[in-house]
């Protein structure tokens, strides 16, 4: 177990290389942010929770695109719905060619409220 471990083994030691730029995953070409060829566009969704004291469930809303808000059991739950609406109102204006309808300030969270954020790679 690692509680019986001495200290100084407590730590994981790695013994893999990092994965090549041609492997079949292609993860460090991906996921690089130099804007090449193998770059992925990143926008921070900013979300709201309140959870209701009397349902026990959890309401949130985007902060920073406007109209879109959800409810859930989980916070996982609602967290995904909210992420997968974000997405697809992004494609759909990139597609349309259209403004994004961003919130600028973005909504902040009152008394009671969490915030959370984000990436969301289209």
């Known amino acids: 177990m690692l509680f019986n ?3 100084s083994t407590r730590f994981f030691r790695h013994s893999r290389k990092a994965r090549p730029v041609n492997s079949p995953l ?3 070409a991906d996921s690089s942010c130099g804007g090449g060829p193998g770059s992925v566009p990143v926008f ?3 979300v709201i929770l309140t959870r209701d004291p009397q349902t026990g469930k959890i309401h ?11 409810e859930a059991t989980s916070e996982r739950d609602l967290l995904f719905l909210l992420t ?6 992004l494609q759909t204006c990139s597609r349309e060619n259209r403004p ?5 300030p973005p909504e902040n969270p009152g008394p ?11």
């Open 5 to 7: 471990t001495p200290a």
């Open 26 to 28: 292609n993860q460090l």
């Open 44 to 46: 921070n969704c900013i």
């Open 60 to 70: 949130g809303k985007v902060a920073n695109l406007a109209g879109i808000s959800g």
């Open 84 to 89: 997968r609406r974000f997405r697809e109102l």
């Open 100 to 104: 994004i309808p961003w919130l600028d």
């Open 112 to 122: 009671g409220e969490q915030q959370r954020f984000i990436p969301i790679h289209l």
